[in-house]
């Protein structure tokens, strides 16, 4: 199995900074990737996939990089509704999750 | 406009049976590859089950034999049958619909309580 690790598990910030959470697969996954966010009580939301294509709908704060085994989610000027906890999604092989990084203020 | 709308969670003993529902409308679930997703505060999110398009079906280990993914094409609806449940399976679960072997959208969940 494909194992994902996510970090860091929260990560405290304020509006208008650049924000930058990492996810590592246990072996090579090329660049199938996705991040989502999810809001308390609420669905995922697709942010990006294949590591680096913006889902149509998202503000181009949001960017995805990397291939391989390592993994980058940036926000580049975080707002306020972006605090919200972020999850990468690897889908080479079956599908796994990260653990979640929480971004709080 | 794609909405999905999971029912038919609830609390269940250990040992007993559930079947949720997920219908779906802005889109035909018999064209896209459908999943059922489930989260806990422990383990995070974790993929439960698959049916493909062409009917395929998949599971993970920790469900595999258990838990039955199924779709009424006529509903439009998917459905998750899950049985011999323990207190482990307790999870909100959700639908999502795949996109390029990724989730686009999901519903948002209905909650198992699997407790005596």
């Known amino acids: 199995d494909i194992q994902m690790t996510q970090s860091p598990s929260t990560l405290s910030a304020s509006v208008g900074d650049r924000v930058t959470i990492t996810c590592r697969a246990s072996q090579s996954i090329s660049s199938w990737l996705a991040w989502y966010q999810q809001k308390p009580g609420k669905a995922p939301k697709l942010l990006i996939y294949?590591?680096?294509s913006l889902e149509s709908g998202v503000p181009s704060r949001f960017s995805g990089s990397g291939s391989g085994t390592e993994f980058t989610l940036t926000i580049s000027s975080l707002q306020p509704d972006d605090f919200a906890t972020y999850y990468c999604?690897?889908?080479?092989?079956?599908?796994?999750f990260g653990q979640g990084t929480k971004v709080e203020f | 406009e794609v909405q999905l709308v999971e029912t038919g969670g609830g609390l269940i003993q250990p040992g007993g049976s559930l079947r949720l529902s997920c219908a779906a409308s802005?889109?035909?679930?018999?064209?896209?590859?459908m999943n059922w997703v489930r989260q806990t505060p422990g383990k995070g999110l974790e993929w439960v089950s698959v049916?493909?398009?062409?009917?395929?079906?998949y599971y993970a280990d920790s469900v595999e034999g258990r838990f039955t993914i199924s779709r009424d094409t006529s509903k439009n609806t998917l459905h998750l049958q899950m049985n011999s449940l323990r207190a482990e399976d307790t999870a909100v679960y959700f639908c999502?619909?795949?996109?390029?072997?990724?989730?686009?959208?999901w519903g948002q969940g209905t909650l198992v309580t699997v407790s005596s």
């Open positions: 999604l690897q889908y080479n092989t079956y599908w796994t």
């Open positions: 294949k590591a680096s």
């Open positions: 802005g889109f035909t679930i018999s064209n896209n590859y």
């Open positions: 049916i493909y398009s062409g009917g395929g079906t």
């Open positions: 999502a619909r795949g996109r390029s072997n990724y989730f686009d959208y």
